[in-house]
């Protein structure tokens, strides 16, 4: 009995050395040289051959690729910058702001022409019952060319339209074969009829004055003038037994269609005194220290309507401020085409007021 349980002992005492020979062993035992060494070996084997990698499995629908295969570029990396030479489709389409447009007459009359063929390059078209026509982001250089049957052909030589050079527009006037004047292409054209107001009558001997350009009427009440001056203008219509009818409003660099006006003109009263009909609102402007004043509003106008008063001082028209125009300039802000409103910022005992009227023919 004594003898097993000394035996026990030394079982036991053994025992206790392994257990704590094991622990130092995983405590001061340094692994990373054997992993480094692993690590290294990796590396250098796919340099080989390709040797090393892991093969796909073949019982998944979908795994992602070791690391070492041809990935796509990594979302931190730069994109790559396209070539110069490639460019974008929607920087090199321009915009619809470029082309030709116009209206075709016939110049006897002054009336449109419509089913003239106008032709430009490959691009044909036919002007529609007004008389107008279009061609849009079309560009080129050639020949411009206009016919119609009965009608002597006009045409321009070299036209060129780009992209860049905005719109270009035309008033064409035709011959028709029997006529012994001939054509012509003008640009900023005003043509019309002058009438008189009680008989209906065309005025053969009107005058006619736009800008520093005039003219008379012919037999038929007809006038035209072309190559006007650019911008605002005024159109002044007299004869010497007819109240004198002013136009104004006629703006050739924001219209993109031809001027042509009927006009009848009204018999002087029987005392004689020269009189002026024109479209506005019955003010009188003036210039003074304070700026656009008004002077005199006629009775029974539409500024005497909505309630503008002499003394007013005119800030701004449709919203535009006037400190920078010429007086002449803001008398044609203000006047316009009949039935189309105006809007008048003016200043009051220093109270702003806004003011909305509607132009009308009125009669000085």
């Given at each position: 009995?004594?003898?097993?349980?000394?035996?026990?002992?030394?079982?036991?005492?053994?025992?206790?050395?392994?257990?704590?020979?094991?622990?130092?062993?995983?405590?001061?035992?340094?692994?990373?040289?054997?992993?480094?060494?692993?690590?290294?070996?990796?590396?250098?084997?796919?340099?080989a051959?390709?040797?090393?990698?892991?093969?796909?499995?073949?019982?998944?629908?979908?795994?992602?690729?070791?690391?070492?295969?041809?990935?796509?570029?990594?979302?931190?990396?730069?994109?790559?910058?396209?070539?110069?030479?490639?460019?974008?489709?929607?920087?090199?389409?321009?915009?619809?702001?470029?082309?030709?447009?116009?209206?075709?007459?016939?110049?006897?009359?002054?009336?449109?022409?419509?089913?003239?063929?106008?032709?430009f390059?490959?691009?044909?078209?036919?002007?529609?019952?007004?008389?107008?026509?279009?061609?849009?982001?079309?560009?080129?250089?050639?020949?411009?060319?206009?016919?119609?049957?009965?009608?002597?052909?006009?045409?321009?030589?070299?036209?060129?339209?780009?992209?860049?050079?905005?719109?270009?527009?035309?008033?064409?006037?035709?011959?028709?074969v029997?006529?012994?004047e001939?054509?012509?292409?003008?640009?900023?054209?005003?043509?019309?009829?002058?009438?008189?107001?009680?008989?209906?009558a065309?005025?053969?001997?009107?005058?006619?004055?736009?800008g520093?350009?005039?003219?008379?009427?012919?037999?038929?009440?007809?006038?035209?003038?072309?190559?006007?001056?650019?911008?605002?203008?005024?159109?002044?219509?007299?004869?010497?037994?007819?109240?004198?009818?002013?136009?104004?409003g006629?703006?050739?660099?924001?219209?993109?269609?031809?001027?042509?006006?009927?006009?009848?003109?009204?018999?002087?009263?029987a005392?004689?005194?020269?009189?002026?009909?024109?479209?506005g609102?019955?003010?009188?402007?003036?210039?003074?220290?304070?700026?656009?004043?008004?002077?005199?509003?006629?009775?029974?106008?539409?500024?005497?309507?909505?309630?503008?008063?002499?003394?007013?001082?005119?800030?701004?028209?449709?919203?535009?401020a006037?400190?920078?125009?010429?007086?002449?300039?803001?008398?044609?802000?203000?006047?316009?085409?009949?039935e189309?409103?105006?809007?008048?910022?003016?200043?009051?005992?220093?109270?702003?007021?806004?003011?909305?009227?509607?132009?009308?023919r009125?009669?000085?």
């Open positions: 009995m004594k003898h097993r349980l000394i035996s026990l002992e030394k079982v036991l005492l053994l025992l206790f050395i392994a257990l704590l020979g094991g622990a130092f062993f995983f405590v001061f035992h340094d692994p990373e040289p054997f992993r480094e060494e692993i690590r290294v070996e990796n590396k250098a084997a796919p340099a051959a390709g040797q090393g990698l892991s093969p796909r499995p073949s019982n998944l629908s979908h795994v992602s690729p070791p690391e070492v295969a041809p990935v796509a570029p990594v979302e931190s990396r730069p994109e790559p910058q396209a070539p110069p030479a490639v460019v974008s489709p929607e920087v090199k389409t321009p915009r619809a702001d470029f082309g030709i447009q116009g209206v075709v007459f016939v110049r006897a009359s002054g009336l449109p022409l419509a089913n003239c063929e106008v032709a390059l490959d691009h044909r078209v036919l002007t529609d019952s007004r008389g107008e026509f279009s061609f849009w982001q079309t560009e080129g250089v050639g020949t411009l060319r206009f016919s119609c049957q009965g009608y002597r052909s006009r045409m321009i030589k070299n036209f060129r339209i780009g992209a860049g050079d905005f719109l270009s527009h035309l008033e064409v006037f035709m011959a028709e029997d006529d012994p001939p054509g012509r292409i003008e640009v900023n054209g005003i043509s019309g009829r002058v009438y008189d107001q009680l008989s209906g065309p005025l053969a001997g009107a005058r006619i004055v736009v520093a350009s005039q003219t008379k009427t012919d037999a038929a009440g007809f006038f035209e003038l072309w190559g006007n001056d650019s911008g605002l203008v005024t159109m002044l219509v007299s004869t010497a037994e007819h109240v004198s009818e002013m136009v104004s006629i703006d050739f660099d924001n219209r993109n269609h031809p001027y042509f006006f009927e006009i009848f003109l009204e018999r002087k009263p005392d004689g005194q020269p009189r002026l009909a024109l479209v609102i019955g003010v009188r402007m003036v210039k003074s220290e304070r700026g656009y004043e008004i002077a005199d509003i006629l009775a029974d106008s539409p500024a005497a309507r909505e309630g503008l008063l002499t003394g007013d001082r005119l800030l701004a028209v449709d919203r535009l006037v400190d920078d125009f010429s007086l002449q300039e803001v008398v044609e802000l203000i006047r316009g085409q009949a189309e409103p105006v809007t008048l910022m003016v200043e009051r005992e220093g109270n702003l007021i806004e003011v909305v009227c509607v132009r009308e009125v009669l000085y």
